[in-house]
């Protein structure tokens, strides 16, 4: 089966710009979360979603949003880009809220802020 | 913030040697879980291990947790270049509840196998 799908790969965007990241989790996983890795911070958790709601969120700025839709696949948006933004954004799904196993991580989408 | 941390950051080995990586963290968990990354990709699950269990194979990984020291190691046996990566280790913290699932990452061992 497909796993999971994150568009686009590669972004380059201007500071203040927005950005919108996709995530399509594994068929029949309802749970998505969003993660964002950087050399200094490591990884770091942005938000999960379960069922369309969103069921936890990081400490990140209000800069940083999401949803999930009906088919549980999932959107994050950063508005006002900042240098800072610049990361690799990883999404995971897994089949519930709380398994007994690993997440499925995606590749990631790596955006640069210039 | 961090709540697992890696030790060594970094790990050089020859191939066929074994490797072991550990990981402390600093709250009371539900599971300890390991990733692997390759060279900027995303992460494969490779062990989750639950506050109940000390010791869990998987093929040539072995993972230990200790819970009375925080702390949990991963053991890659015969080690081939392939397994060149960065590894992390996740907690799912105990506090998190059934309502969320959140988990921390620590910073990860950088692994160099030779061929």
């Known amino acids: 089966k497909a796993g999971v799908t994150q568009t686009p790969r590669y972004l380059i965007k201007t500071r203040g710009q927005q950005v919108t990241l996709s995530c399509s989790p594994i068929s029949g996983h309802r749970s998505v979360s969003w993660y964002q890795q950087t050399p200094g911070q490591g990884l770091q958790f942005l938000f999960e979603?379960?069922?369309?709601?969103?069921?936890n969120k990081g400490n990140f700025p209000g800069r940083f949003s999401g949803r999930q839709f009906s088919n549980s696949r999932s959107e994050m948006n950063v508005s006002t880009l900042e240098l800072g933004d610049s990361a690799l954004y990883l999404c995971a799904s897994s089949l519930a809220l709380k398994p007994n196993y690993g997440y499925t991580f995606g590749s990631g989408t790596r955006l640069t802020v210039v | 913030s961090q709540q697992g941390e890696e030790d060594p950051q970094a790990l050089s080995i020859q191939e066929g040697e074994n490797a072991t990586m550990n990981c402390s963290y600093k709250?009371?968990?539900?599971?300890l879980q390991w990733y692997r990354q390759n060279s900027g990709r995303g992460l494969v699950h490779l062990i989750l291990?639950?506050?109940?269990?000390r010791e869990k194979h998987s093929g040539r990984l072995r993972v230990t947790l200790d819970t009375s020291k925080k702390s949990s190691s991963l053991l890659i046996t015969a080690s081939r270049a392939a397994d060149t990566a960065s590894y992390f280790c996740a907690t799912d913290p105990f506090y998190s509840g059934a309502g969320s699932y959140q988990l921390t990452f620590g910073k990860g061992t950088k692994l160099s196998v030779i061929p």
């Open positions: 291990i639950r506050s109940n269990e």
């Open positions: 979603y379960f069922s369309e709601t969103q069921r």
């Open positions: 709250t009371s968990i539900n599971n």
